[in-house]
């Protein structure tokens, strides 16, 4: 199914049991932008991580349905998520005698489809239009420019894949980043003025209606606070509204916790999300092919799943990801009452009536004070099985870069990459 091909909900949608909420304690929001804890992460709704049966059935619409009816009431989605924006629009409109627009918001994404980026004013702006479109709405909640170290300019060290609290904590990697705080913050090149041109014509946007908060979305934790620091200090521009970073807040790597306050004070960010709590698959059981983490990461993964699944091991119920998800929600919890991670809320993937039950399910159970200590001592299992491979709190090289790449292989002699 293409991206603009029609989608079609089935006539005969059921709606029993499983499509009704379990009793509990409702899903809290958090944040300056009032936020639900859980954002359902719409890229699910397109054969990046589901088949074109899948798409054909009622569980598409039921999945969206339910996560509304227990509050999950955010969605992200992307154009560069294929069929993605069509398929939530559609079920949205069909949706809307029992939720309207207004009790939703929605999150969505510009200047990348597929293996290609254009952050030209005209195709920001044409990008949002076609969102507009696909969506049905007459106004978007959120959009992010996606994914931007693929075309900021390349301002960070070579190799620039590991640990990224060096970013911050060393000043020779700081300054290789352009993080430096004795410097002002300025355009590196090219690729910097091209990001700053996109976000000038979102907040064009903005000041006309269809856009009401305006961000960027990327993987390099370094890269998003440098773009967020010049703009915030660069004239005619307003400090962004939000940051998203995927993958940074999870089992394997934590560091996102690093960045929120410099995000929030240096770059006068006013709402951070995280996503990918799975890291994309690479907690999941189904790890997709595309996955971009190195293989010797991957097989790291296997060996926590194996570890996680095993009575020798952790043997817990609902195995790695189950662990994985409840270390993302729980992290705001586990931290002082003032922390900015309180703030922060999580972009989950959801495919299925029984993964938005359980993803409520984990959220309950971490959101009780003083219940979480069998679970966190889980976790730090988990952690270890990452730390003893040598890829705890590693972030990989991200746009690729091969040649790079092979600077960055240890004296362990991990690959860093498939080929």
């Not at 606070?225 to 962004?240: C, D, E, G, Q, Y």
């Not at 970073?245 to 006013?270: D, I």
């Not at 992290?331 to 922060?344: F, G, I, L, Q, T």
């Not at 999580?346 to 979480?372: C, F």
């Amino acid at each position: 199914m293409a991206a603009n091909v029609a989608y079609n909900i089935p006539q005969n949608v059921q709606d029993n049991e499983e499509d009704k909420p379990v009793q509990g304690k409702q899903l809290t929001s958090v944040g300056a932008l009032n936020v639900p804890e859980i954002v359902f992460g719409a890229a699910t709704l397109s054969e990046l991580y589901n088949s074109d049966d899948w798409l054909a059935s009622d569980v598409p619409y039921r999945t969206v349905r339910l996560a509304l009816r227990y509050g999950i009431r955010w969605f992200d989605t992307s154009p560069h998520y294929v069929q993605s924006e069509l398929v939530l629009g559609t079920i949205l409109q069909r949706l809307a005698p029992e939720f309207p627009r207004s009790s939703y918001c929605i999150t969505t994404k510009c200047g990348r489809e597929g293996d290609k980026w254009d952050f030209t004013p005209s195709s920001i702006r044409a990008s949002v239009m076609r969102s507009l479109e696909r969506l049905k709405t007459p106004y978007l909640d959120v959009v992010l420019l996606h994914d931007i170290e693929a075309v900021t300019s390349p301002v960070w060290p070579i190799p620039y894949c590991g640990d990224y609290e060096k970013a911050l904590a060393d000043p020779t990697t700081r300054a290789e980043w352009g993080l430096s705080s004795d410097k002002a913050p300025r355009a590196w090149g090219r690729g910097d003025d091209t990001v700053l041109d996109a976000i000038r014509e979102l907040q064009k946007m903005k000041h006309e209606g269809l856009v009401r908060q305006v961000g960027i979305s990327g993987y390099q934790l370094p890269t998003l606070l440098r773009i967020a620091r010049l703009v915030a200090h660069t004239p005619t521009f307003a400090p962004l509204d939000t940051v998203l970073s995927f993958s940074h807040s999870t089992l394997q790597n934590n560091r996102l916790e690093l960045y929120l306050h410099p995000l929030l004070a240096m770059g006068k960010v006013r709402q951070i999300f995280t996503a990918a709590p799975l890291s994309m698959g690479l907690l999941g059981p189904n790890r997709p092919k595309w996955h971009p983490a190195p293989p010797d990461m991957i097989e790291a993964s296997r060996v926590a799943e194996a570890t996680a699944a095993t009575t020798s091991g952790v043997g817990w119920p609902g195995g790695l990801p189950n662990l994985a998800l409840g270390y993302a929600f729980r992290r705001p919890k586990s931290h002082a009452e003032m922390s900015p991670y309180n703030d922060v809320p999580t972009v989950v993937g959801l495919s299925s009536m029984k993964e938005v039950h359980d993803a409520m399910a984990v959220w309950r159970e971490v959101s009780i004070p003083g219940t979480n200590t069998v679970r966190k001592s889980k976790e730090d299992v988990i952690r270890g099985v990452f730390r003893a491979a040598g890829w705890l709190n590693w972030s990989w090289s991200t746009p690729e870069n091969p040649e790079f790449d092979k600077l960055a292989v240890d004296q362990l002699g991990r690959r860093i990459r498939r080929k």
